[in-house]
């Protein structure tokens, strides 16, 4: 989300004046005065009416609650246990004062510790770390659900016990005018939320016995403003927590849980008083959206990308029930909800748990698909998904170039790639903190799908340094069949790259992954190739199976791999086994793949296929090796792939379901010239175009300004052939289109006032131009396009 501000763009913050802080300030004020009878925080009579209800008709939770149940006359029987929240539960559900009673004892005992948490090996020490906020929640949601059974000295002294234990240490750490050791620019991510906003759910807990709590939490909801708008730091290389499309910059799994924290306490304090509007309430849902954006549908559990430090099934369960239960309200929740199921992911709310019984919404109905577009982008944080439908098991591609720091790792311009319901191409994942390995191999380059120039790209202290110049993602497109996005990798791997470019361009069952990159030397280029399961060279093709899924990886350019002995194709692309490790297992080691050229190079391209496989192309490979080389697959209903190379240009000919797309790469457009445009002939076309494409017929022996049914441009000003202009603008744009039944669809990117010129030989009935109907202008044969 931007501003123009005297010509320069700006962010936009959250405006906060003195008079609206005072404001609202003054309502929270008002507000907590209504403060409700105990319990009103999460273990509430609506809530436990809503449990019983679905009991009645969902076996689901029929069995959860039994589960809970039995943990909680076990805990009783044997004179122990540490499952409070279940404890608490089941009093607020039989009203069985046994099982109050045991919640008392664990209560009593928690509020009676030395110290709940702490850092002693910082300077100055810290009194407050993630075990306070966690012992703040539990105390906090039991003493509110067992309040009734407490004695008036045993509240004042439990209520005295979660100030002095939990919340003075959070809020004096993190919050407060005096005391305060953390910044929201140092430690303002996920145990910034953790922390505070459990700080203020134990400070509506407190509130009838230790009346200036009730400030205490208006504090907090007061500081959620500053967390949702930190827009990052110059000086300490930090990025906004949040993008302006939505979603958070460290990780699927800690979006999860630092807007689950914040959640909770949200829920908690609309409970106990009524509910709010903040200000920032659309970046949270879309934000969810996000969740649903990264999501991969499938016949198993619904998976997730997994950049950074996350796994493939982190997800947004515990969000979506509690943004529910907020009233927030929108079809796609209960489609997300839906697919995920009862998930097993530990910090979901999971109907197996307390909070999840009393928070899951039951059955619901949703839609088929979500409505939302099959392909989107963070361009702040430098996320981008492209989806082949929203079916399940069908082929999402998720890309990434942005920010290195904290759980985001070193992966600029890196890629992952779910395919016919598996994760086959893959991110390497992660280990524990406590792993030596974290540091020295989890959050560096080589543990992704990324170019390498003499086995480096990014810094290795960038994970902790931060980088100064984030990667970026650019020019989404997705429409006629054809899907691009361009990922600028230069900014973080500078010291290595001069340039480091990685266009994806993908149409129907082949995905082209090309490479544009530059070193200030000659020296090794590798294309890194991390896979799930396992892998075999065929020809000239990598054949990678995980389960029900299989895709072919062959490179093109510069190279070939060799289809035969390596030793009799010097001239071929070398193909060499590493080891990484095992994502979230330290121990295991697997292999992945370098893909080089035999010659050092400055500068070059690589175009690289990935060619995805279904069932049928599964039963047609009957190939057998001999003596050491091998031969390529016998498929025959597989894409045909060419190499097409001609004076300063490469290709690719792709012919697949009776279409033809040839898409050209213009070497004069690479940035070798200045002050010169980019002018060339390629194939009979003319164009300064970085990357063109053109799709046709498959019985159309030479293709011309008539025949050609779909264009792509990526950074083109003109597109002519045979005395026709195909494409004008006077500045390089980058521009799908395409013409079928009467409509002429158009993605046309570029700069902010764009005025191009599109040759079409039939006036359309009408015009969607980048996604919205757009007066139809037409003259002279050619179609007006304007953006403004």
Not at 615 to 634: E, L, N, W
Not at 756 to 781: E, F, M, R
Request: net charge neutral.
């Amino acid at each position: 989300m931007k501003s123009i501000i005297s010509g320069v763009r700006q962010p936009i913050f959250f405006v906060i004046t003195i008079v609206s802080l005072f404001s609202f300030s003054k309502g929270l004020s008002q507000q907590a005065d209504k403060v409700k009878s105990h319990p009103y925080l999460l273990y509430t009579t609506e809530r436990i009416n809503h449990v019983k209800e679905q009991i009645k008709r969902d076996s689901s939770f029929y069995n959860s609650w039994n589960g809970i149940k039995s943990k909680a006359d076990q805990s009783i029987c044997q004179g122990k246990g540490v499952d409070i929240e279940g404890l608490a539960l089941a009093y607020r559900m039989t009203g069985e004062r046994r099982y109050a009673e045991q919640a008392k004892r664990l209560l009593i005992q928690l509020t009676e510790q030395k110290g709940w948490d702490g850092m002693e090996d910082r300077t100055p020490e810290w009194n407050s770390g993630l075990g306070t906020a966690h012992k703040n929640f539990l105390t906090a949601v039991t003493f509110d659900a067992i309040y009734d059974v407490l004695s008036s000295e045993e509240r004042r002294t439990i209520a005295n016990g979660i100030v002095a234990l939990g919340i003075k240490p959070s809020l004096a750490d993190w919050l407060s005018h005096d005391q305060r050791i953390h910044s929201i620019n140092s430690m303002g991510h996920n145990w910034w939320s953790s922390i505070v906003f459990q700080a203020g759910m134990a400070s509506l807990a407190v509130m009838t016995e230790i009346p200036e709590a009730k400030s205490w939490a208006e504090d907090v909801i007061l500081a959620s403003k500053e967390w949702f708008g930190f827009s990052g730091s110059i000086l300490e290389n930090k990025p906004s927590n949040f993008d302006s499309a939505g979603g958070f910059y460290e990780s699927v799994s800690y979006a999860n849980f630092g807007i689950g924290e914040y959640l909770m306490f949200r829920v908690a304090w609309t409970n106990a008083f009524s509910p709010i509007k903040m200000p920032y309430d659309q970046l949270l849902e879309k934000t969810i959206t996000w969740f649903m954006d990264i999501s991969y549908p499938n016949s198993g559990a619904l998976m997730s990308l997994n950049f950074g430090d996350s796994n493939p099934y982190a997800n947004g369960d515990r969000l979506v029930k509690l943004m529910l239960a907020l009233g927030f309200k929108n079809k796609n929740y209960n489609w997300y909800l839906n697919h995920l199921g009862n998930s097993r992911h530990k910090e979901d709310l999971r109907i197996s748990t307390p909070l999840g019984l009393l928070y899951s919404p039951g059955r619901v109905s949703s839609p088929e698909s979500p409505e939302l577009p099959r392909s989107a982008i963070y361009p702040d944080m430098g996320w981008a998904m492209l989806r082949s439908s929203w079916d399940k098991n069908a082929t999402l591609l998720g890309v990434k170039s942005g920010f290195t720091w904290n759980h985001a790792h070193a992966d600029a311009g890196s890629f992952i790639l779910y395919h016919s319901g598996k994760n086959i191409l893959i991110d390497g994942g992660n280990v524990s903190y406590g792993d030596a390995e974290y540091s020295a191999y989890s959050v560096r380059s080589e543990v992704h799908n990324v170019m390498l120039f003499n086995g480096k790209a990014q810094n290795s202290q960038d994970q902790h340094f931060a980088v100064k110049n984030s990667g970026h993602l650019y020019h989404l497109m997705d429409a006629g069949g054809i899907k691009y996005i361009l990922a600028d990798a230069q900014g973080p791997t500078a010291q290595n790259f001069l340039k480091n470019y990685r266009s994806f361009f993908w149409i129907g069952d082949v995905i082209l992954v090309i490479d544009d990159v530059k070193a200030y030397e000659q020296g090794r280029f590798e294309w890194l190739l991390h896979y799930a399961n396992t892998i075999k060279k065929k020809g000239i093709d990598l054949e990678i199976e995980n389960d029900s899924a299989l895709v072919l990886v062959r490179p093109l350019f510069p190279e070939t791999l060799p289809n035969g002995y390596p030793h009799d194709f010097p001239e071929k692309m070398r193909l060499e086994e590493r080891m990484a490790i095992k994502d979230h297992d330290a121990k295991t080691k697997l292999p992945y793949f370098a893909i080089y050229p035999p010659e050092n190079y400055s500068q070059t391209k690589f175009i690289n296929a990935i060619i995805l496989l279904w069932d049928q192309h599964k039963a047609m490979d009957t190939f057998t090796g001999y003596s050491g080389a091998v031969a390529p697959s016998p498929r025959t209903n597989l894409p045909q792939i060419e190499k097409l190379e001609g004076k300063n240009y490469i290709g690719v000919k792709i012919t697949q379901k009776g279409k033809v797309t040839e898409l050209y790469f213009n070497l004069l457009a690479d940035g070798r010239l200045m002050h010169r445009n980019s002018n060339n002939a390629i194939n009979g076309w003319e164009t300064d175009a970085y990357l063109m494409a053109l799709t046709y017929n498959e019985n159309v022996k030479i293709p011309s300004v008539s025949n050609v049914e779909r264009y792509f441009v990526a950074n083109g000003s003109y597109l002519r052939k045979a005395n026709e202009t195909v494409l004008h603008s006077l500045s390089k744009v980058f521009m799908v289109s395409n013409y079928k039944n009467g409509t002429a669809e158009v993605v046309l990117q570029g700069q902010p006032t764009i005025r191009a010129d599109l040759k079409l030989n039939t006036k359309p009935a009408q015009l969607n131009l980048n996604a919205k109907t757009s007066p139809v202008i037409y003259k002279d044969g050619k179609l007006v396009l304007n953006v403004n």
